[in-house]
């Protein structure tokens, strides 16, 4: 009575329960876990936000470069000089695996070729290999040292697709102008074909390898890796329709009727070097040294 009658700055002074001490307790550890969940939550908002825009900062740049490297084939593409290298090295890349995909036809048919049995005609490619790897350092550096780059572009193609002209004439070497058909070869054909086929190959590397210099000076350097990208894709296209061309080429010169089988033969190789020599033409009349 006598305290509540003083009034309640002396209740404040006296010790309180131990019921109203638990509910403060109460109160502040739930004040407390309510904080700590809330920083808990602004933290991984945090986290979240910093991780999208790493994500959009990495396909930005994703995007960047992948436009930078279409704009950059582009450039390569609208590039006069470049484009017209590209064009006639992936021409004679057509003709030298249409050549190579017709000869085995030619020497394994029965009607229009020699009719030789596949050792037989590895025994050719063994020659042609031989020969291929004795002379292609030696003809190559002395060409190029002596004729330089475009005159060796040029040398190449010119010897290279006048001997595919010749294939046809082992039928008359072979078997005094008859058709083949038996499996037999005379040591005179074996020689021919041997070279023919041998030194084919060597002007032909001639002019793959001094065409691919050639290519790299026309582009800059920051360039080129593109441009080879660019020369192997359309290489590979290339190199993939010429068996299919090879195909047709043999079926239809050969068993269509229209030509008499030795004949059809002289049709088929005529086609794939006379295409040769338009390659030939091609690169005196379209290609030129670049100045870089």
């Given at each position: 009575?006598?305290?509540?009658?003083l009034?309640?700055?002396?209740?404040?002074?006296?010790?309180?329960s131990?019921?109203?001490?638990?509910?403060?307790l109460?109160e502040?550890?739930?004040?407390s876990?309510?904080?700590?969940?809330?920083d808990a939550?602004?933290?991984?908002?945090?986290?979240?936000?910093?991780?999208q825009?790493?994500?959009?900062?990495?396909?930005?740049?994703a995007?960047?470069?992948?436009?930078?490297t279409?704009?950059?084939?582009?450039?390569?593409?609208q590039?006069?000089?470049t484009r017209?290298h590209?064009?006639m090295?992936w021409?004679f890349a057509?003709i030298s695996?249409?050549f190579t995909e017709v000869?085995p036809?030619?020497?394994?048919?029965?009607?229009?070729?020699?009719?030789?049995?596949?050792?037989?005609i590895?025994?050719?490619?063994?020659?042609?290999?031989i020969?291929?790897?004795l002379g292609?350092?030696?003809i190559f550096?002395?060409?190029?040292d002596?004729?330089?780059?475009y005159?060796s572009?040029?040398?190449g193609?010119m010897?290279?697709?006048?001997l595919?002209?010749l294939v046809?004439?082992?039928?008359?070497i072979?078997?005094?102008?008859?058709?083949?058909?038996?499996?037999?070869i005379?040591?005179?054909?074996?020689?021919?074909?041997?070279?023919?086929?041998?030194?084919s190959?060597i002007?032909a590397?001639l002019f793959?390898?001094?065409?691919?210099?050639?290519?790299?000076r026309t582009v800059?350097t920051?360039?080129?890796?593109?441009?080879n990208?660019v020369?192997?894709l359309?290489?590979?296209?290339?190199?993939g329709?010429?068996?299919t061309?090879?195909?047709i080429l043999?079926s239809?010169s050969?068993g269509?009727?229209?030509?008499?089988?030795?004949e059809?033969?002289?049709f088929?190789?005529a086609?794939i070097?006379?295409?040769?020599?338009?390659v030939?033409?091609?690169s005196f009349?379209?290609?030129e040294p670049?100045?870089?």
């Amino acid at each position: 009575d006598i305290i509540s009658l003083l009034g309640s700055p002396f209740q404040k002074c006296l010790p309180q329960s131990s019921e109203h001490q638990s509910i403060t307790l109460k109160e502040t550890t739930y004040n407390s876990t309510n904080t700590i969940k809330n920083d808990a939550k602004a933290y991984d908002e945090e986290t979240l936000t910093m991780k999208q825009s790493a994500d959009d900062i990495t396909s930005t740049a994703a995007l960047s470069e992948k436009d930078t490297t279409i704009k950059t084939k582009t450039t390569v593409w609208q590039n006069p000089k470049t484009r017209r290298h590209l064009i006639m090295s992936w021409s004679f890349a057509f003709i030298s695996v249409s050549f190579t995909e017709v000869f085995p036809l030619f020497c394994m048919s029965q009607a229009g070729g020699l009719g030789l049995s596949e050792g037989s005609i590895g025994k050719i490619l063994s020659a042609s290999g031989i020969i291929y790897a004795l002379g292609q350092y030696v003809i190559f550096a002395t060409i190029m040292d002596n004729f330089g780059l475009y005159t060796s572009i040029r040398i190449g193609c010119m010897i290279s697709a006048p001997l595919i002209l010749l294939v046809p004439l082992s039928i008359w070497i072979n078997n005094d102008g008859t058709t083949g058909g038996d499996d037999t070869i005379n040591w005179q054909t074996y020689l021919f074909l041997g070279f023919i086929v041998g030194f084919s190959r060597i002007f032909a590397s001639l002019f793959f390898s001094a065409m691919s210099m050639a290519m790299n000076r026309t582009v800059s350097t920051s360039e080129r890796a593109t441009m080879n990208g660019v020369s192997m894709l359309g290489e590979s296209v290339a190199k993939g329709l010429g068996p299919t061309f090879a195909g047709i080429l043999v079926s239809f010169s050969v068993g269509s009727g229209v030509f008499l089988p030795h004949e059809g033969a002289v049709f088929t190789f005529a086609i794939i070097g006379g295409l040769g020599l338009l390659v030939t033409v091609g690169s005196f009349v379209y290609l030129e040294p670049s100045s870089q």
